[in-house]
């Protein structure tokens, strides 16, 4: 199990200089933007425009603070994205996107196609408590704390914070109040 702290977090510009990105994790640690193998982060986008793009990448995003955006890819029918919409779409497509109705955090998961897979899902813990974990997966806190109980103790984790785990660690029980929402990132 390893701890992953907000405030560790790296910002960087994004891939096309148009804003900034915070990494949250990537594979390999030493990867770069261009041979990454998957790829969790979270972006501010504060204006209408396009989106970086990413050859051979897979990509989902859901919207953590704001109203959302429209988000317009090639080839693909336009879609609204908002705090209760998660959409996966290819990045290596002209990708572009207008705010609803101002700024917003999105969150931003990256795998290279034919390499790696993943799966994104909300979790409200009102609803779920226990987690089985079948491959290598990232629950980051939405909202609220939480409280991880597996087989080795971890500490309280806070919003934005997260843990990465491994079918080594088969079962997890998640501790927090019943508003607190974490999502799962599922790897492989």
């Known amino acids: 199990m390893q701890i992953l702290r907000a405030s560790d977090y790296k910002t960087m510009p994004w891939k096309n200089g148009m804003g900034s990105t915070t990494e949250i994790a990537i594979h390999p640690a030493n990867a770069k933007l261009d041979d990454f193998v998957w790829r969790v982060s979270m972006a501010q986008i504060a204006?209408?425009?396009?989106f970086s793009l990413f050859a051979d990448i897979d990509r989902t995003l859901l919207v953590l603070e704001g109203n959302g955006i429209d988000l317009r890819?090639?080839?693909c029918p336009p879609v609204r994205i908002d705090r209760e919409t998660i959409h996966s779409f290819p990045g290596d497509q002209p990708t572009s996107a207008t705010l609803v109705d101002g700024e917003i955090l999105d969150l931003n998961v990256m795998s290279r196609r034919n390499?790696?897979?993943h799966d994104v899902k909300r979790i409200k813990l009102?609803?779920?408590r226990h987690f089985t974990v079948s491959t290598q997966t990232i629950l980051m806190v939405e909202t609220g704390e939480l409280e991880i109980v597996g087989p080795t103790a971890a500490p309280l984790l806070g919003e934005r914070d997260a843990i990465l785990v491994?079918?080594?660690?088969p079962s997890l029980?998640?501790?927090g109040p019943a508003t607190a929402g974490v999502i799962a990132i599922q790897l492989w």
């Open 47 to 50: 204006s209408d425009g396009p």
């Open 73 to 75: 890819v090639t080839g």
């Open 115 to 117: 390499s790696a897979s």
């Open 126 to 128: 009102a609803q779920h």
């Open 166 to 169: 491994d079918e080594t660690t």
């Open 173 to 175: 029980t998640l501790n």
